[in-house]
């Protein structure tokens, strides 16, 4: 288990930070639950995703400075190496100032997974499981499980092997299915659970304890061995820690659908 | 006067001393052997020196085992595959393939991994030369922007791959992620004159062979190994021209030959060349007088060879289309005397015909034989001339006329094919050798007659003049004619 995960936040109250996001909170949209086969499992594993709310767009450096601006803990000079390491919001000009170098509207990146967590909690959101983010993210423009279709694959391929993309602006992709942006093409994501791939319940790798994602054990592993823009997600998150911060990896939020 | 004598006795003081730290010098050279290569010493550190293909560190020579550091930076970056043509590689050192490490047995590695902040992929490293579970992989995994450390001894010498081992395997390896590691003997491999670093891989791309733009890596046609270029170094060209290898008649030239695959296996040869020595897949079995020496996927080859003669010797891949069609082509041009002795150089030249055998010129002759239809319209013409251009010129010429850079001339919006029609009647009714300058290029290579008749040809260079930009020109079968009475 990580450790990482084990670290209790100290209670922060941040009512204050959802009154000036609110025009992002407003743009969520729904994700219709169902179950799917995610890309590491056994055939017969079926995974059942409930109905929830996701960000349309990957939360922006103009969204993040507001928070910053409220909770000065989580600026560049004072956040806790614990929580995000040398790199964190590296790219801003200045601790409170993203200033000209980035547009407002670019993803935020180099934001670590506890500022993310806690970004997120401030809404009254969450970040998404990789099970969330995976549903989410296999519908193409028209329909909600594009995995099928090679064009789907090839096109994020295609994007995964495109330079600097996070100096894109948000939108500048394509909305899928359920009505979400830039899933694919812009940045990758952090995830609630981003580094359980590693560590499986799932009896046959826990007898070899080989579930890394290296050579053989990639293969032996996964379900659809076509899928390589998911085995290159998958790779990415058994990549990093949750205080590591990187210019590609950003993050949005989702949340829970309240049964009234 | 008294000096003297304790001058000399000075002299011959020093001469001793200077002679016995010589001898101590020597001796410390001298390397105890050790039963099992784990237990040789590594003294001191040492930064590795790392070179980008085709050029190779300095050898070990006599020097003991070090603790050497290798710093290795991951940079995903576009080039160029061939004239117009780019593609996103992924490289260790910023070249494919990677940069050359040169070690010796007993050398404790401390390996830097670096993944440069504007990747977009984390990746790792497994060294064929590393004894452990996954060969470093699993201890060099690194997401963008960090740095990964590990450490580990060379015990076998020989000249191993690394490759990245980051899912998708395929992918990152076909993207160009693989290069070499030597690991010298004690006391170093014998010295050359000359050693270069050459890589074969196979490159799959959206687009067909030389189409043009950014072209992105294709997944189904890596999976069916249906590979659109096979290159060396990285690129079509990247040792041709005037970046062929070189050197002088009476060398030795050694070379480092890896195969990074991901697919294919290498027949490679050097046309024109035996090999004196090849290390047989890099490892320590010695064979003698070998034409062609084959490299498995993720194997390598080390090879030598002295030249004699002066001239181009051309490094192929022998499963040959890939050398003439995708690209496997490299050069190494020697200077020097000739040598007649070895090899007389042209004696006489002319094209050969079996003209007494007459099996080819007899259909045109008579004319019974011929059942072939004339063409009615350009439109036939056209349709006919496609036909023999499939069987006739395709090979060379290619499927749109593009030709091969750098060997076969380009028919597609040519200035040489559209400047004189009668010369291209004469080339195809009697061949062409010599040296043609065609869009800028310089092609020195040969074309031999073409046993077509009157009206194939007609058909065939009015397909040719009426496609890829040209001039539109009609051919006729009495223009064919004409010429042909006219020689």
Known sequence: MNPTFKIVFTFV?????????????????????????????????????????????????????????????????????????????????????????????????????????????????RLPT??????????????????????????????????????????????NYWGVSDLHGLVWEWTFDFNSVLISGESRKDVDKDSNLFCGSAAVGAT??????AFMRYAFRGSIDANYTGNSLGFRCVKNIEIE | MKKFPLQRGLKLFTFIGLLTMFCSCVNNQK??????????????????????????????????????????????KVGEMTDGVKYVYWTFGGTVPGSFIRTRVGDEVEFHLKNHPDNKLPHNIDLHAVTGPGGGATSSFVAPGYEAKFSFKVLNPGLYVYHCATAPVGMHIANGMYGLILVEPAGGLPRVDKEYYIMQGDFYTKGDYGDRGLQPFDMQKAIDEDADYV?????????????????????????????????????????????????????????????????????????????????????????????????????????GEENEKIYSGIQEEGIYQPEGGGIQIIPTDNGDVVSEIPAKSLKERMEFGKITYQQTCFACHQGTGQGIPKAFPPLAASDYLNADVNRAIDIVLYGKRGEITVNGEKYKSVMTRQVLTDEEIANVLTYIYNNWENSKAEVTPAMVKSRRENH
């Not at chain 2, 080859?301 to 069609?325: C, K, L, M, Q, W």
Request: aromatic letters at 10%.
């Open chain 1, 224 to 229: 659809d061995l076509m899928n390589y823009a």
């Open chain 2, 231 to 335: 290159v060396f170094n990285g690129k079509v060209g990247s040792m041709t021209g005037d970046n062929a290898l070189t050197a002088n008649v009476g060398e030795t030239v050694r070379l480092y030959v890896g195969n990074g695959g991901p697919n294919l296996v290498s027949s490679f040869h050097v046309i024109g060349e035996i090999f004196d020595i090849v290390r047989v897949e890099g490892g320590s079995l010695i064979n003698k007088n070998v034409q062609t020496t084959l490299i498995p996927a993720g194997g390598a080859t080390i090879v030598e060879f002295r030249v004699n003669v002066p001239g181009t010797y051309i490094i192929v891949d022998h499963s040959i289309f890939r050398a003439f069609n995708k690209g496997a082509l490299a050069m190494l041009k020697v200077l």
């Open chain 1, 130 to 175: 990789v099970d969330e983010w995976e549903y989410a993210a296999m519908a193409d423009e028209i329909s909600p499980d594009a995995r099928e279709k090679k064009s789907y694959n090839q096109h994020i391929l295609e994007w995964y092997e495109t330079p600097k993309s996070f100096k894109n602006t948000i939108g500048s992709t394509f909305v």
């Open chain 1, 13 to 125: 109250i941040c009512s204050a930070l959802i009154n000036h996001i609110a025009a992002q909170s407003e743009s969520m949209t729904i994700i219709k639950g169902g179950t799917y086969i995610p890309l590491y499992g056994i055939d017969s594993t079926t995974v059942t995703v409930n109905s929830f709310l996701m960000d349309v767009y990957p939360v922006t450096n103009r969204d993040y400075l507001i928070f910053v601006e409220k909770f000065p803990r989580w600026n560049r000079s004072n956040v806790k190496r614990l929580f995000a390491d040398e790199n964190y919001l590296i790219n801003w000009e200045r601790k409170d100032a993203f200033g000209n170098r980035l547009l407002p509207n670019t993803p935020v990146t180099n934001v670590s997974w506890f500022a993310a967590k806690k970004y997120c909690d401030c809404l009254g959101k």
């Open chain 2, 31 to 76: 390397e105890s052997t050790y039963e099992d290569t784990v237990d040789i010493p590594a003294s001191r550190e040492m930064l590795a020196e790392l070179t980008s293909p085709p050029n190779v560190p300095r050898g070990v020579g006599r020097r003991k085992a070090k603790k050497l550091i290798v710093n290795m930076e991951i940079i995903e």
